[in-house]
């Protein structure tokens, strides 16, 4: 019986292990669905972060024949990736 209760116990410390803390993912769904926006991304730039964002403007631009305003930006610090999202003037 105190072998049972030690192995039930067991059980639910491991259980409790596995119960992990779960990441959230707070990447914006405007990444992977811009309808009718535009996205453009530049990944890691020598210069800065405004670097970056305006090189990830260009390449949202290089994509339209329109000038465009950027509605959102969103910088994935792990990949080290810059995201901005434009739409039509």
């Not at 914006?28 to 530049?42: K, L, Q, T």
């Not at 305006?54 to 792990?78: M, T």
Request: glycine residues 4%; negative net charge.
């Amino acid at each position: 019986m105190k072998t049972l209760m030690i192995l039930i116990n067991l059980c639910g410390l491991l259980l409790a292990g596995c119960a992990a803390e779960v990441k959230q993912n707070n990447r914006p769904e405007w990444i992977d669905r811009p309808e009718p926006n535009f996205v453009g991304r530049c990944v890691e730039h020598e210069k800065d972060i405004i670097a970056q964002e305006q090189c990830a403007y260009k390449n949202a631009l290089s994509e339209v024949d329109f000038p465009g305003i950027i509605v959102d930006r969103w910088h994935d610090d792990n990949a080290d990736i810059m995201y901005v999202l434009i739409k039509e003037k």
